[in-house]
């Protein structure tokens, strides 16, 4: 639905564009970020052509094509008014914890999947999903974005038990990262005394969820002590552990071949599948490396790494400048789910997928646009509307009543 929903929306946009319904909003963070984001895409498309891969290549470079709407989605996103656009993704986020968690409760209580995936078929990507949404529940309450704090408190915990349900390790220690950043972010608003009581609900909260979920955390926790004593003692590259470590292993192997620009997007995913048959003797069915920056160095090279690190340096460059200068809600709003969104995915990436996957890279898009706009983008009118009229429409959009943009 997400993948749908972001293309769909993208191709609409490109075709008032094309139309001349719509113009292009280029200021100065989304030129930034669209650059940054079209040199990784570049550097993928480089690699294949300097390796003469380009007609194998053709068809892994479609994912590309989420990541390169960006400018097209910026552009029609930001004739929206900003509040509007928060609340949106505030009770949307809401929506989507208390979603995940009838799903994890289905399929682990009901249906005995030990690792629930939501609607996701992976229960990495859908803990990533869930992991985004509590932290923009979270922060919609601690920004003031949303005065009812209390259901979105909610909606935050039910995530979080999802998170946990999902039992995708790396996720969780992202979840904590994420809500140590929000937290500090807003510790002004955190430690008033209106907000005692968020905090003792919180507390409250966090004990039942530890109690209701220790025997999973225990039991995923004891697994990867069996799958580092395997791997330590027996050599055994079969389990989760062994098979990230073992593709970790090949990859390198495989960046120290062609460290400049890659094997390109192809020649990469075969390696992965016959490096680690040729070397442990288990035929795996992988189109990754299990780590996105590594991936991103066998198909590019130093030149994918890098342009995609690029990405999240931006991203937190834009988030930090806007936190230093701004106590507007909105835009601190905007920049801390920027922060998140490069925490949870740059730590989940760690040990499993950063880009390349349809789910992660329209989420990601719908972040980084959505983030980018709250925090420090420019609000256009539509084409070929007058200035009375752009006022009228921003008027309707928000309900007559615009509050400044800064305090």
């Known amino acids: 639905m997400v993948s749908f929903v972001f293309h769909g929306g993208a191709l609409w946009s490109l075709a008032l564009l094309a139309a001349g319904r719509r113009r292009l909003n280029i200021d100065r963070p989304m030129l930034a970020m669209t650059t940054a984001i079209y040199a990784y895409c570049a550097a993928q498309i480089l690699a294949s052509i300097v390796n003469g891969t380009l007609r194998a290549d053709a068809t892994h470079f479609l994912p590309l094509m989420t990541l390169l709407l960006f400018p097209i989605s910026y552009s029609t996103w930001s004739i929206m008014d900003k509040e509007s656009l928060a609340r949106t993704a505030v009770r949307a986020s809401a929506a989507a914890c208390v979603g995940a968690l009838v799903l994890a409760i289905v399929q682990y209580h009901w249906i005995g999947m030990l690792r629930p995936e939501g ?32 259901p979105l408190t909610a ?27 929000v937290l500090v972010t807003h510790r002004e608003r955190v430690f008033r005394s209106d907000m005692k009581q968020l905090l003792v609900i919180a507390g409250a909260s966090t004990l039942i969820i530890t109690a209701i979920t220790s025997p999973i955390v225990a039991d995923r926790t004891h697994v990867l002590f069996e799958d580092w004593n395997a791997l330590a003692v027996n050599g055994d590259y079969t389990t989760p552990l062994g098979l ?3 593709l970790w292993d090949v990859g ?24 680690f048959k040729q070397r442990f003797g288990a035929t795996e069915g992988f189109n990754h490396f299990h780590n996105g920056f590594l991936t991103a160095l066998v198909q590019a090279g130093l030149a994918g790494a890098l342009t995609l690190a690029a990405i999240f340096v931006v991203t937190i460059r834009n988030a930090t400048r806007v936190l230093r200068i701004s106590a507007d809600p ?7 789910i920027m922060v998140v969104t490069v925490i949870i995915y740059v730590a989940g990436g ?48 928000k309900g007559a009543n615009l509050p400044p943009h800064h305090f």
């Open 119 to 150: 609607g996701a078929g992976n229960p990495i990507v859908f803990a990533t999903v869930t992991c985004l949404a509590v932290m923009m529940c979270l922060t919609g309450a601690l920004s003031g974005v949303e005065k009812a704090w209390k």
């Open 350 to 397: 760690m040990t499993g997928i950063l880009v390349g996957h349809d789910i992660l890279d329209s989420t990601l898009m719908v972040l980084l646009v959505s983030g980018t706009y709250l925090a420090c983008g420019q609000t256009i009118s539509p084409k070929g509307q007058s200035t009375s009229q752009a006022s009228a429409f921003r008027g309707r959009e």
């Open 252 to 275: 390198l192997d495989a960046f120290r071949q062609a460290p400049v620009f890659g094997h390109g997007m192809a020649a990469g995913r075969m390696l992965s599948r016959q490096g």
């Open 155 to 181: 909606a935050a915990l039910a995530g979080v038990v999802a998170t946990l349900y999902s039992g995708s390790r790396m996720v969780w220690v992202a979840l904590l990262i994420a809500l140590v950043a």
């Open 330 to 336: 909105l835009e601190r709003f905007g920049a801390t």
């Open 244 to 246: 990230r470590v073992g």
